[in-house]
Nanobody
Framework: QVQLQESGPGLVKPSQTLSLTCTVS??????????WHWIRQPPGKGLEWIGY???????YYNPSLSSRTSISRDTSKNQFTLQLSSVTPEDTAVYYC????????WGQGTQVTVSS
C-alpha cells in the first residue's frame, strides 16, 4: 500500500519560510482521482487542514492560510511539497502529508517548531 514520509527542518525562525517535502512510495502522485494533502496539529489543538494539490496541479488552500501557502509537485521524484511563508510561533505544529481518494493514507508526521 502507499506510504508517505514527511521531511524538512524541525526548527524554523520567525518570518522565514517553512518548507516540507512528502515522499510517496508504493504509489504514484500522477494517478488520477487522488488528492495530496497537507494537515497540521498545533500542540494541544485539533487537526487543521492546510491544503491539497490534484494530479492536474490544481491547488486548494485553507482560506485562513492561503495568502502564505504554496503546494507543488515534483513528479520526477514522486514528491509534493509545502511552503508556508512568514511563519510565527503559532505555526508550530506536527505537520502531516496525506493521500485522499479510496481511503486516506497518512504520513507519520514531522514536528516543526518556529522559534528564534
Amino acid at each position: 500500500q502507499v506510504q508517505l514520509q514527511e521531511s524538512g527542518p524541525g526548527l524554523v525562525k520567525p518570518s522565514q519560510t517553512l518548507s516540507l517535502t512528502c515522499t510517496v512510495s508504493a504509489g504514484s502522485i500522477t494517478t488520477k482521482n487522488y488528492y495530496w494533502h497537507w494537515i497540521r496539529q498545533p500542540p494541544g489543538k485539533g487537526l487543521e487542514w492546510i491544503g491539497y494539490i490534484t494530479v492536474s496541479d490544481s491547488t486548494y488552500y485553507n482560506p485562513s492560510l492561503s495568502s502564505r501557502t504554496s503546494i507543488s509537485r515534483d513528479t520526477s521524484k514522486n514528491q509534493f511539497t509545502l511552503q508556508l511563508s512568514s511563519v510565527t510561533p503559532e505555526d508550530t505544529a506536527v505537520y502531516y502529508c496525506a493521500r485522499a481518494g479510496s481511503g486516506i493514507y497518512w504520513g507519520q508526521g514531522t514536528q516543526v517548531t518556529v522559534s528564534s
